[in-house]
Each structure stands twice: as structure tokens, then as C-alpha cells.
């Protein structure tokens, strides 16, 4: 592991020079990696190994849609894709990947399956952290290891594929073979990771549950309905709304954000806007502090793992989900985003000769 200064602090990271593909392969070679669950995480981490070169096979539910998923990406069944059971005894490491909440419905029919040796793999601290609430404990001999890509699994195989990678952060909860810290570095690597950065389970359920409630999904839907709102309400079109509180920042902005910070962006943009943006952010984040704080306090308590483990056990759960996803879209604000997409020059049709 490499020691490096993260804005003057030293943390121990793994880089893909450091631990090239190579030497992951190597250390996995006699192993059977069981991707267990096919739904978001589970095809990007399972695609990427397999396309590294590492041995896979797939596990899912028969007779469902993301059996077919599975058989359209090239899993054969009986071959390299198998009901989630068969696939958990075939394999040496079992990647834990179906949601949060069918992790706790399958418990009983994966523990028989970790035998001594073994490595159980999770990309969420959730099950092990609250295991009060979920009744995940495993067995005491065999590894177990996260490895967390932040960021969609639809990401991690769009950016394997264009030759970039997402980074993740990798914890060990158990080390019973001696073998824990290569594999889940190897597992790391081999999943398409940028760089690694060490965590723990509860350190990274923690942090993934505010980001995801807060800057990275609650918080900026908030921002976005709260100027977008104010905007309408003062008399301007949606289309100006729409383009001054969302297509700018994604379209112009972040991308300028996300390649050289900031201070960057700002300084690319007009010295009137610097100025006001420099007056106006902290006026913001104290506004929103409090709610981080009500957020964070949430989190530890373990009320934001109940909510989800609630919600997301019932029968219609995707039903559910789905139907406030559809609120969200049938938004005014949400409705102007479509049109404004469609009016992308990329997505207009090929321009015709004059
Ligand atoms: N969605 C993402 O990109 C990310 C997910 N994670 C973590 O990765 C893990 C997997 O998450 P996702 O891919 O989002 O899960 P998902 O919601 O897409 O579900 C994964 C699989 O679980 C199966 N499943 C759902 N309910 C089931 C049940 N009752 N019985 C049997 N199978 C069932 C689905 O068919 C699917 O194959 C979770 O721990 C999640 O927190 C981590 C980083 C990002
Ligand atoms: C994509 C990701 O890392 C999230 C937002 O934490 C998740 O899907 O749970
Ligand atoms: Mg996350
Ligand atoms: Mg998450």
C-alpha cells in the first residue's frame, strides 16, 4: 500500500501501478469469484472481472428478468451462470451483490455454503453493520471483504469499457485465512477500480448513506426544486428555469468541476459570478448543516437501515419505488429536462444539407 496526501492528510491507497492486473489475476488464479445477484452492481462488477480475465460465474434467480439480463450479456446457463444457491457452492469468493434488503431474505440459503476458506464479499458496510437488523453474521472461518465502487455499477462498465475506472474504497471485517487484504485488493482491481482507499464496514455505510441522501442524490434534487420553484414562481419560463438550475451545471459546469476543482470552474466563469458565488456558498452550507447533522445522526442510529429494510422487503417494492420515480419525472421540472435533452445538438437528428 501506498501512503498519499489527501489535502495534508496521509492515507494508505492502492494503485493499479502498485498492484498491476497482472498480479491480481495471479492471486485469484485458483479461484471461483460468484457473483450473486444481477441487478445493478452485480453486472458491472461481474462483466469487468470477467472481461480482466478472472474465473466468474454469475447467480440469480431463475425465471426472472435479470435471468435474461444475465443470458443476453453471455452468461450460459449451467456453464457460467447458475440458481443463486449452485453458484454460492461453486465458489471460493461469494459477492454478496443483491439489494440491502434481499441480503437478508437469502441469508439462510447462502450461510450453508460458506465453508471454511471461503471469502464473502460485500459492496455495502449495511448487512455486517447493522447485523441487529439484518442477521447477517458469518461464520468465523472465512474472509470477509468490501469492496465499495463509488458509483453506479451502470458507471463502473461504462467507464471499464471507455479504459477509465470509478474508485472504490475496500475494508476487511474478518481475516480468517491470512488471505483477506490480497483478495479484496486483487478483487479491487479486478472489478475495474481507479484507486483503493481503506475504509471499514461501518465507516462506509455510514458515509454511502449520507452521500446518497445528501450532495450526491436528496440534497441536489432539493437544490435543483428549490431554485427551480422560486424561478417559476418569480415569472421565468421553464426553459430558462430548467436551463439555469440543472442543464448548465451538468452540461458546462460540472465537467469543468471535475477536471480541475472548484476554484477552476469558478475561475471560468465570469468575475461577476465569482464574485457572487464567493458571497453566497457559505450562506448555503450553513443553511443546509443542520439538515446534515439531523442526517448523519439518522445514520448512525440505524433508522435510515430500518426505513430501507422496511420498504424494501415488501412484495411491491419495485412497484412502489417506481411509482415515486414517476412523480419525480412527471415534474414540471423533470418534464422541461426532457425537452431540453432532446434539443441537445448531439441528440437532434443528423442535420440536413442546406
Ligand atoms: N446500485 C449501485 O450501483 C450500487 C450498489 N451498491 C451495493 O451493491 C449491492 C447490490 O446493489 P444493487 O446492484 O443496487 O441491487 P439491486 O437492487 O439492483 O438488486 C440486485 C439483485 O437482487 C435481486 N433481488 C432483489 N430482491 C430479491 C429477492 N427477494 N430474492 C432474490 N433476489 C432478489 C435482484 O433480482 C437483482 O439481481 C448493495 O449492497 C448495494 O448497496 C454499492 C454501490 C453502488
Ligand atoms: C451508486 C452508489 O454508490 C450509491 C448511490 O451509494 C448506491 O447506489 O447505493
Ligand atoms: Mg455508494
Ligand atoms: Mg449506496
Known amino acids: 500500500m501506498a501512503k498519499m496526501n489527501f489535502g495534508g492528510v496521509e492515507e494508505n491507497v492502492v494503485t493499479r501501478d502498485e498492484f498491476p492486473l497482472e498480479k491480481a489475476r495471479a492471486t485469484m488464479k485458483e479461484e471461483t469469484i460468484a457473483v450473486i445477484g444481477y441487478g445493478v452492481q452485480g453486472p458491472g462488477q461481474a462483466l469487468n472481472l470477467r ?146 482507499f481503506e475504509t471499514t464496514f461501518q465507516k462506509e455505510v455510514y458515509s454511502d448513506l449520507t452521500g446518497e441522501r445528501g450532495s450526491l442524490m436528496g440534497a441536489i434534487q432539493g437544490l435543483f426544486a428549490a431554485q427551480y420553484d422560486l424561478l417559476r414562481r418569480r415569472g421565468h419560463s421553464p426553459s430558462e428555469a430548467f436551463n439555469e438550475s440543472v442543464e448548465e451545471l451538468t452540461q458546462s459546469l460540472m465537467p469543468l468541476v471535475a477536471e480541475n476543482g472548484m476554484d477552476w470552474m469558478y475561475a471560468n466563469c465570469s468575475t461577476t459570478a465569482q464574485r457572487g458565488a464567493l458571497d453566497w456558498w457559505k450562506k448555503f452550507r450553513d443553511a443546509v448543516a ?25 412484495e411491491d417494492y419495485r412497484e412502489k419505488l417506481d411509482a415515486e420515480l414517476a412523480e419525480l419525472r412527471e415534474s414540471e421540472m423533470w418534464r422541461a429536462g426532457k425537452t431540453v435533452r432532446s434539443l441537445r445538438p448531439e441528440n437532434q437528428p443528423e442535420a440536413v444539407e442546406k
Open 51 to 196: 472481461d480482466n480475465g478472472f474465473n466468474v460465474i454469475v447467480g440469480q434467480r431463475q425465471e426472472s428478468k435479470t435471468w435474461d439480463k444475465a443470458v443476453a450479456d453471455g452468461w450460459e446457463p449451467g456453464v457460467n451462470l447458475f440458481p443463486i444457491e449452485e453458484a454460492a457452492k461453486r465458489g471460493t469468493v461469494i459477492q454478496y451483490l443483491l439489494s440491502d434488503a434481499a441480503q437478508i431474505a437469502l441469508w439462510p440459503a447462502i450461510k450453508p455454503h460458506l465453508t471454511a476458506g471461503k471469502a464473502l464479499y460485500f459492496s455495502h458496510g449495511f448487512g455486517i453493520t447493522y447485523k441487529e437488523r439484518t442477521g447477517i453474521v458469518p461464520p468465523k472461518d472465512i474472509d470477509v471483504i468490501l469492496v465499495a465502487p463509488k458509483g453506479s455499477g451502470t458507471s463502473l462498465r461504462r467507464l471499464f469499457v471507455a479504459g477509465k475506472g470509478l474508485n472504490s474504497s475496500f475494508a476487511i471485517f474478518q481475516d480468517a485465512t491470512g488471505r483477506a487484504q490480497e483478495r479484496v485488493v486483487a478483487l479491487g482491481i479486478g472489478v475495474g477500480s481507479g484507486y483503493l
Open 290 to 314: 443542520p439538515v446534515f447533522e439531523d442526517l448523519y445522526d439518522s445514520v448512525a442510529s440505524g433508522e435510515e437501515a430500518q426505513r430501507s429494510i422496511d420498504s424494501n422487503s415488501k
